[in-house]
């Protein structure tokens, strides 16, 4: 089995010979399979895998601990190369960091980038490959915990969480949401569970800053990122724990009257969290509903 870090003759080769080494070759300890890119412009193909595969490169995970060539296929809506990687022998349900798939195609929803016109219908959709994750009940919630999710990440808490950068609010989330209910085949009975997973991500990113999370993230190149954003100073005990204790009740309360509003709200997938959010006593069932002169 070849790796990358056997790769440093062939650097001694290039330089002897009198070349600069390009930064391309440069050893870096991942995975010759690795090639996250938000952007998609440096995207691996099959025929590229074919040629290292059949070059004796099989080493899919390298040193790299922070992410996996076959979830970044996931974060890429990258079909082809999921499958290809299967076909080499890559379990459906491998995770990393107990993410599986699911939570990296979740992700992208959140934020599809220019390759799929940042409009999350474009992105790419297999029913079948959707489904055998989907199967694994297990694989649903990640081991973290935090309360932006109930029972760890779920592919929904990490669209929601990708799609609210920091300052960004939640006016066109509906769209995403309504296409991962889409691509992702979420049946009548498991929407309401779904809506009140985004709901309770959203109302964290409302209540809470982004240094509250205590649940991993998934980076710009499908990289996974453990409790960066927990790490806090020197803590200050009395004013700061009884200001977290005032969201969380703030939170808790919203949340709850917002389940309660899901449950009579009747606009189209795309309209609801606005319209529970933005509650105005009465349901909006154009699906469109205004927010001016809310508060
Ligand atoms: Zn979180
Ligand atoms: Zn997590
Ligand atoms: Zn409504």
């Not at 070759?25 to 996250?36: E, F, I, M, P, R």
């Not at 099959?46 to 922070?66: N, S």
């Amino acid at each position: 089995m070849l790796r990358e870090s056997s790769a440093p003759l062939l650097i001694q080769e290039i330089r002897g010979l009198g070349y600069e080494v390009p930064a391309a070759l440069l050893l870096d300890g991942k995975s010759v399979y690795a090639t996250g890119d938000f952007d998609g412009s440096i995207r691996l193909t099959r025929q590229i895998a074919d040629g290292l595969w059949d070059g004796g490169f099989r080493d899919f995970a390298g040193d790299d601990p922070h992410s996996s060539p076959y979830l970044q296929s996931w974060f890429a809506a990258d079909f082809e190369m999921v499958q290809w990687f299967q076909s080499k022998g890559v379990r459906p349900g491998s995770t990393k960091h107990s993410l599986s798939g699911l939570h990296f195609y979740g992700d992208r929803h959140g934020s599809p980038g220019w390759i799929f016109g940042n409009d999350a219908n474009e992105i790419p959709c297999n029913s079948e490959l959707v489904a055998q994750l989907k199967q694994d009940k297990d694989l649903y919630h990640d081991l973290c915990s935090c309360l932006c999710s109930a029972g760890g990440c779920t592919p929904i808490s990490k669209m929601v969480r990708s799609f609210m950068d920091p300052g960004r609010d939640c006016k066109t989330l509906g769209q995403n949401l309504a296409a991962w209910v889409k691509h992702a085949a979420i049946s009548p009975e498991e929407l309401h569970d779904c809506l009140c997973e985004a709901l309770r991500a959203v109302f964290f990113q409302i209540f809470f800053d982004e240094t509250d999370h205590t649940c991993c993230d998934i980076g710009y190149y499908g990289d996974i990122w453990i409790g960066s954003s927990t790490v806090q100073s020197e803590p200050e005990p009395s004013l700061a724990d009884s200001d977290v204790s005032h969201r969380e009740v703030n939170f808790r309360d919203s949340l709850e009257k917002g389940i309660q509003r899901l449950n009579i709200c009747k606009c189209p997938i795309s309209g609801k969290i606005l319209c529970v959010i933005y509650w105005k006593g009465i349901c909006r069932s154009d699906g469109s509903p205004s927010i001016e002169g809310d508060s």
